[in-house]
């Protein structure tokens, strides 16, 4: 749903937990080998859905390459070169190289390589060249990079002028029903069965509902995203609003 740019910018989000670089790398590191088995049986299985939703509605366009930042171990940069059927080139960057060597295991499974490249690079600061991606996608990582601005104008950087950026992020339910449930869920349950299943000193199960609750969603996120000169904008809320899909257009280059 197209949205207007708000008068005043949004302030930039703040979080209590340490989302440090040195922090989130090692986390995720010490779950990587984990990572996948956690995602599908925690969201049983519907985030593929929910990627699948991501390359319909930001399709890839033959020839033209797409970026995908905190891309992990590639589940969204390997939906996008299915989407494409391989005519259009594939680059995943994340700053930690333990999921992207799960990562290049699955490119080599999917006889991807050559059309689907992993790059180790921080999102605050991404290894690619300026007005070149016609995609530039990001999916569950935004809300771990330090500085959210930051990050969103990397995103923007990296796209070409008319190029889309698409944020597939975890959002908070609003029904009266679903909502205390998944949120109880949320807090309480999950965190145990993920520390169960991939033991981590940083208890990453637990500062993922954290990080969720306190990253913006709805309409504050959309916001953000024009207030750093997306336009065009859209939000499509999944599976009840577990997930959103946010997307902004870069404006063409004036002439």
């Given at each position: ?77 390997l ?21 992207l ?26 290894p ?19 500085d ?6 990397e ?33 309480k ?6 520390q ?48 959103t899909?946010y ?9």
């Amino acid at each position: 749903m197209p949205t207007s740019e708000t008068a005043t910018p949004p302030l930039t989000p703040t979080s209590s937990e340490d989302k440090s670089n040195q922090r989130v790398r090692r986390m995720f590191a010490s779950i990587a080998k984990r990572y996948d088995l956690l995602n599908h049986l925690l969201s049983l299985n519907i985030d593929r859905s929910w990627r699948r939703f991501t390359t319909r509605t930001v399709p890839p366009s033959p020839g033209v390459p797409v970026l995908d930042c905190c891309t992990g171990t590639a589940d969204l940069a390997l939906e996008y070169h299915k989407a494409g059927k391989g005519r259009s080139p594939i680059v995943g960057a994340d700053f930690c190289r333990e999921m992207l060597l799960v990562g290049d295991k699955k490119v080599r499974k999917a006889k991807a390589e050559g059309l689907v490249t992993l790059v180790e690079g921080d999102a605050q600061h991404l290894p690619v060249p300026s007005d070149t991606f016609g995609v530039v996608s990001v999916a569950f990582g935004l809300r771990n990079v330090r500085d959210t601005v930051a990050g969103l104008d990397e995103l923007i950087r990296a796209a070409k002028p008319g190029g889309k950026v698409a944020v597939l992020e975890f959002s908070r339910p609003r029904g009266r029903v679903l909502g205390p449930i998944y949120l109880g869920f949320f807090r309480k349950i999950l965190p145990r069965i993920g520390q169960a299943i991939a033991p981590n000193q940083d208890s990453a199960y637990h500062y993922l509902p954290k990080t969720v609750l306190e990253f913006p969603d709805g309409q504050e996120l959309l916001d953000l995203m024009g207030s750093r000169g997306l336009v065009d904008l859209e939000m499509h809320p999944l599976t009840f609003g577990i997930a959103t899909l946010y997307v902004g257009v870069k404006p063409a280059a004036r002439s």
